[in-house]
Each structure stands twice: as C-alpha cells, then as structure tokens.
C-alpha cells in the first residue's frame, strides 16, 4: 500500500504543477502492477476526490460556463464509457491506454495541434469522459482545448479539475453497476486521494517556484514517462 501513497502524491503533484497528466500517470502505473481494470476501478474514488481538493483550490480562478458545459457533456459520456469497460477485453483496454499515451507525447511535441471552437465544449466533455473510463487521459485531449479558449495557470487548472470530477463520478458510476466496486476498491481509492491532496498542495507551492519554463519541462518529462509506462504495460 506504501507504493501506492506514493504514486498518489506524485499524481497530485504532477496534475497541480504541469495542469495534466498526473492522474494517467497514476493509471498507467496501477496498471502495469495489477491489471487495467483493477486501476480504472481504483483510480476513480482516488482521482474524483483529489480533483474536488483542486477545484477547491482554485474555485476563484475557474472558467465557470467552459467548466459547466465540460461537466453536462462528461457525466453522460463517463457512464457509457465506464459500462464499455467493464466488458471489454483486458488487451483492449491496455492497447487504448498505450495509443492515448502516444497521443499525449505527440501533442507535446508538437506534432499534433488539434483547437476546436468554444461551441465543442458540451460534446468535447462527453468524448472525453468516455475515453477516460476505459484509459484515461482527459488532460491529454482537453488541455489544447482549453488553452485555446485562454484558460493558463489556476484558471486552466481548476476548469480542468471541474471535467474531471463530472467524468470520475460517471466513471465511478458505472464501474458500480458493472460489479467491480467493492469495499477494498473504496478504501484503496480513499487512500490514494489523501495522498493525491497532499501532492496537490505540494505541487501548489513548487508551480510557483517553477514558473512557466519549469512546469512545461515538467509536463514533457511526465508525458514520456507515460509513454514508457504504457508500452510496458502491454508488451
């Protein structure tokens, strides 16, 4: 259990310093250890109450009408994501968390450059809470969109953090109906969000020590790690 606070502190600490890729980190990771499945399950409780701490954090700064259209669009789409999941092949589930993995690195190379309009919004949410219930990786798809809409920093952060709790409750949700929430799930997921709000407030100061240049080096090397961390999972 000691491995796992510690991958939940980082988590919190990544997503509050470089505004993504901790919670995919975290995912990644339970996955190479245990099995997909058993880390989507895990990861939901831990991820929806550590995002409810970062909304909290920066609930002054949040875009309120990009973050309430990202959330109507992403309940809906979690749930229907989360059901797919819990039926689909374990190999299935590892190849999607590789390709998104993939898909982040390239968006922070560069290689990719994807902004669709503000009006996207609703159906932008509901795409990616459907993705994030079966492999993660909301702030890989979401993060060009909303920086596109302006959003930096706290603002940025915290509208983000507003998604992902619209997509860990419909996540979470779903995996509940589809039988593989139990009481150990819940306390292991209880035990990674505490671990999660302690990395938030951690990475809270450190993005102010290390300003834009040292939060993007940040971003990238989480983001080849991710990479690294999913070709593992599936080899």
Known sequence: MSWMILMGVVAGVVTTVAG???????????AALTDPLSALAVTAPALLVGNLHRVWLYRAKLSRPTAKALALGALPGAVV????ATQLPEMVLQTAMLLLAGLAVARAMGWLKWSPPAVATLPMGFV????????????????????????VGPAYVG??????????????????LGGIVDRRVILQGLGLALAIMVGNLAGDRLR?????????????TVLVTLAALAVGGVA
């Open 20 to 30: 993504m890729g901790g919670g995919m980190l975290l995912l990644l990771g339970l």
């Open 81 to 84: 994501g989360g059901l797919a």
């Open 128 to 151: 990616t809470g459907g993705i994030t219930a079966t492999s993660g990786g909301a702030g890989v798809l979401l993060g060009p969109f909303l920086l596109a809409r302006g959003l």
């Open 159 to 176: 509208t983000m953090a507003v998604g992902a709790v619209a997509m860990h409750t419909g996540r979470l949700a779903a995996y509940g």
């Open 208 to 220: 102010l020590l290390l300003g834009e240049v040292g939060q993007k080096r940040v971003q990238l």
